[in-house]
């Protein structure tokens, strides 16, 4: 069965402070794919990174790094200097056998001007 | 050029009521899928196309939810029936292929069952 789990359910931060937001994941499958997509006030869904099972190392974009540990299965997502513009819902989203996204229930992240 | 496109924006319907809603995926994609997000939630998986077949359509809830494809491009969920517990956006979203591509996502449809 495939799972995902972000605790977090809202986080707030004041302007340029760093903030993770985390997720767990759960599934049989050796092969698999992991996301993160942020979804602003319009409600639109945006794609920000995709990973796959077999690549560890950690990526940076910009602002933007996230951490994927397999041995702990997490796949935590961190803004560097947050800017008020990130606020979003953020979701963690695991692709597995099937071949649709499975998500958590999502991060709120309000950033305070 | 453009994302994937979903009509109506918004679409209030009493109980018991028929809807269509559309979804108008990104030129050349292939796979096309339906979501549902309630509020508070996460999308969660209703069905997936692959051409003109529904590939996985494990996600429906019950029969009264219904799509299709005809020609491998725009798509229509149908509910019929409709029950206040429907009441939710619906998310389109298409991709290249199934499986690893990204699934670019449309606005979506807020559907409100009175």
């Known amino acids: 069965a495939q799972k995902v789990t972000q605790a977090q359910t809202e986080i707030s931060v004041v302007e340029k402070e760093d903030v993770t937001l985390d997720c767990v994941y759960e599934t049989r499958d050796t092969t698999y794919y992991l996301f993160w997509y942020k979804q602003p006030p319009s409600g639109e869904l945006v794609f920000l990174i995709r990973?796959?099972?077999?690549?560890?190392q950690n990526e940076i974009s910009g602002r933007y790094s996230w951490n994927f540990q397999k041995s702990t299965s997490s796949f935590n997502f961190t803004i560097t200097a947050s800017q008020v513009v990130d606020s979003a819902v953020y979701f963690c989203a695991l692709l597995g056998g099937a071949n649709n996204l499975f998500f958590g229930t999502g991060t709120r992240l309000t950033v305070i001007p | 050029g453009a994302g994937v496109s979903q009509t109506p924006s918004n679409k209030v319907t009493e109980k018991g009521k028929y809807v269509e809603l559309r979804c108008d995926p990104i030129s050349g994609h292939t796979a096309l899928y339906w979501y549902r997000q309630s509020l508070g939630q996460g999308p969660e998986f209703l069905i997936y196309?692959?051409?003109?077949?529904?590939?996985?359509d494990s996600g429906l809830p019950n029969d009264r939810f219904f799509a299709v494809r005809p020609e491998g491009s725009v798509s229509t969920l149908k509910i019929q029936r409709t029950e206040r517990g429907d009441s939710a956006v619906y998310l389109c979203?298409?991709?290249?292929?199934?499986?690893?591509?990204?699934?670019?996502f449309g606005p979506g449809t807020r559907l409100t069952v009175t």
């Open positions: 979203a298409s991709s290249l292929g199934a499986g690893l591509y990204e699934q670019y």
């Open positions: 196309f692959q051409g003109t077949g529904a590939a996985d």
């Open positions: 990973r796959n099972s077999f690549d560890e």
